[in-house]
């Protein structure tokens, strides 16, 4: 589908992977051809999961008073990321070898699993449109009616279940701590409608914000202690950016239009400078100064690395089942560093040096025996592996 300045629901259309079952894997290796994939394995890592919280958590409501927790600055890399090997890289999934499971939450089928708790089934049966982790609580974002959708937050151990209605965006701080959600009016039929309301959700307190007059309100990023999201002054207007800090009771705009994402560190964000028929152009900013970095029409930046060295995304032009492409760029001059080339559904870093990336291996396109799964690439090197089995018919998704 082309992209357009309509309303986004986080992650509906990394969903439309929907829709594989846990397969083998194939944990050979090829030899590297010319434009393809280094089939050798990334360098070995630990497979131990990080231990999550064993108390269980109660069920009594949280209350707006506490201050959120912050996410230590991190200082921007000044160095563009180095690399070796060919900048396009041609991926056969179903060749590539096994590796360590994805260290960032990631969905199976309805079973949160990663980052820093054990796994835990989403409650229900409605589609699920995006997960995560705020310690010691799974998070999901699922279907409610016909068109409508709510946040929900479980322990995966009790029948203790949260639900924040109309939720339709989520974002997590990156340790786990803290998580931003908004809810963007709609009407009875699923149409967008003016009025929002931003949530931000740590220490076991939530704090949130009105936004009566805005459209399409959608949370970017939670990140020392201030959430970025963005929001329209009309239906299909662009988007502004707003920074908030929870427990102001107003936000701050920004200078910067049209945001489609905002780095780990708040000091840089993309923006969707150009939208038509035949494509569109991204643009990197300081968020501070408004001031543009560098501007691409190949590519459609929807997030960095969390040192901000790198940003990410996929083509230009988006139609059809999935996207033919994926790429990383440096983040200070827009140097394409990377391309990989095959189906993909979503993207999202895993650390400064890895993407993961939930690819096709077979199939697709509406085929009931569609397989895929969340591979892990090397900015770097450009060598890929499988950070999951090969699946058919379950869905799988990145979390925030």
């Known amino acids: 589908m ?23 894997v194939l944990a050979y290796q090829k030899d590297p051809q ?191 202690g201030t959430v970025f999201y963005r929001s329209g002054a009309t239906e299909n207007g662009a988007w502004n950016l707003y920074s908030w800090r929870p427990g102001a009771a107003k936000a701050q705009t920004e200078k910067v239009a049209s945001p489609t994402a905002v780095s780990q560190d708040g000091r840089i964000a993309a923006s969707a400078s150009l939208i038509n028929d035949s494509g569109s152009c991204s643009t990197v900013s300081e968020i501070a100064t408004g001031k543009q970095l560098w501007r691409t029409c190949d590519n459609w930046i929807n997030g960095f690395t969390p040192d901000g060295a790198t940003a990410i995304g996929g083509p230009a032009y988006g139609d059809g089942y999935c996207d033919l492409e994926q790429a990383a760029l440096d983040a200070k001059g827009g140097r394409l560093i990377r391309e990989w080339q095959g189906c993909f559904h979503q993207i999202r870093a895993e650390d400064d040096q890895h993407l993961l990336i939930v690819a096709v291996a077979s199939g697709g396109g509406g085929d009931p025996g569609t397989k895929s799964a969340i591979i892990r690439c090397n900015i770097s090197t450009g060598r890929c592996e499988l950070a999951t089995a090969i699946t058919t018919d379950i869905a799988l998704n990145l979390g925030s």
């Open 2 to 24: 082309k992209r357009t300045n309509g309303r986004l629901i986080v992650l509906v259309a990394s969903v439309a992977v929907a829709a594989v079952a846990l397969g083998g």
């Open 34 to 224: 010319a434009g393809s994939a280094d089939a050798a394995p990334l360098p070995t890592q630990s497979s131990t999961p990080t231990p999550g919280q064993s108390k269980t958590p109660t069920g009594t409501p949280v209350t707006p008073s506490a201050t959120p927790s912050t996410t230590p600055s991190k200082t921007p890399t000044s160095a563009p990321p180095t690399s070796t090997g060919p900048t396009t890289v041609k991926l056969t999934v179903s060749s590539l070898p096994k590796g360590r499971a994805p260290q960032v939450p990631y969905l199976v089928d309805r079973e949160i699993r990663g980052g820093a708790g054990s796994p835990a089934k989403v409650p229900g049966s409605t589609m699920i449109y995006a997960v995560g982790r705020l310690d010691p609580y799974a998070l999901a974002i699922v279907g409610k009616g016909d068109d409508g959708t709510e946040l929900i937050r479980f322990d995966g151990y009790s029948s203790d279940v949260r639900r924040t209605p109309g939720v339709s965006s989520l974002v997590t701080t990156d340790d786990q701590s803290g998580a931003a959600y908004a809810a963007a009016r709609t009407s009875s039929r699923g149409a967008a409608t003016k009025g929002g309301i931003v949530y931000a959700e740590s220490g076991g307190s939530v704090q949130s914000l009105k936004v009566p007059d805005g459209w399409n309100t959608e949370v970017l990023a939670f990140v020392n």
